[in-house]
């Protein structure tokens, strides 16, 4: 797998995520109610919810607010049922674009969706049109100040899947779906505090994009993630180290 796939992407958008942390709670809440409603309460025994709970963690999301949208979803609390749709389309320069959704209402999902797709000219897809690119991985991020070994030594003997170090320095640990909340406890255990842990969908191959077709995916990227009922938005874009930087260097002269 190459290293500078998925994690460049969204590194590059932490700062504007952090400026819709509101936007990103309510997210949170409703994965966490959906995992919760569909395995339970325990943990232990609902991989999803264990997934949703750290990223939740990670977006610094309080416990108690994570425990009533836990009880909310398992039925001790009343609250809205949601639907899980997905959507799948493509980009510019041909890309991948897949979307996981939570909404109480269909309708207007679609519609949102499609006009984003239109608006910043792409194109939406048929059931299975991407889907096929993606495989589900659970991935555990650290920064570059990490051990390599330790975080190596710790993740093999835990059954980690693949362990990549980026061109940047970061260390992404890939796990199977069902083996993530064991390697997640063993590095917790071993003393490594990560900058990111999910489940996800990753795309095994990646699309490299110039200067602006890139420009154009983060806008259309950020303009998904700006739709209530988007959860997760996913993509086959690959974005170079020195795209990245030109990119920051615009966005910095503008």
């Known amino acids: 797998m190459a290293g ?10 932490k700062g504007a995520q952090d400026a819709k942390r509101g936007k990103l709670f309510t997210k949170f809440i409703r994965e966490i109610t959906v995992a919760s409603k569909e395995g339970g309460s325990d943990i232990a025994n609902n991989p999803r919810l264990r997934a949703a709970i750290d990223k939740a963690l990670s977006g610094n999301m309080t416990r108690d ?39 109480d209402n269909r309708n207007r999902t679609v519609a949102a969706v499609r006009n984003v797709f239109t608006k910043r000219g792409g194109n939406m897809g048929t059931d299975g049109s991407v889907a096929y690119l993606f495989h589900k991985k659970g991935i555990i991020s650290y920064s570059e100040d990490i051990d390599e070994d330790v975080v190596m030594e710790a993740a093999l003997e835990s059954g980690a899947d693949d362990i990549i170090t980026n061109e940047n320095g970061t260390i992404d640990v890939f796990t199977m779906p069902e083996d993530y909340s064991l390697v997640k406890d063993a590095l917790d255990k071993s003393g490594l505090e990560s900058t990111s842990s999910e489940v996800t969908m990753h795309p095994e191959t990646t699309v490299t994009l110039d200067v602006h077709d890139a420009e154009q995916a983060l806008a259309m990227i950020d303009a998904f993630e700006d739709l209530d009922d988007v959860q997760d938005v996913y993509t086959n874009a690959g974005f170079s180290a020195d795209v990245m930087a030109q990119l920051s260097e615009n966005a910095d002269q503008g």
Do not use: F
């Open 65 to 103: 607010v994570i425990e009533r949208a836990t009880k909310r979803g398992a039925g001790e609390l009343e609250g809205v049922t949601y639907e899980e749709i997905r959507y799948e389309g493509y980009g510019p320069n041909g890309i991948a674009i897949m979307l996981d959704c939570l909404t």
């Open 4 to 13: 500078h796939s998925k994690w460049a992407n969204i590194q590059h958008r």
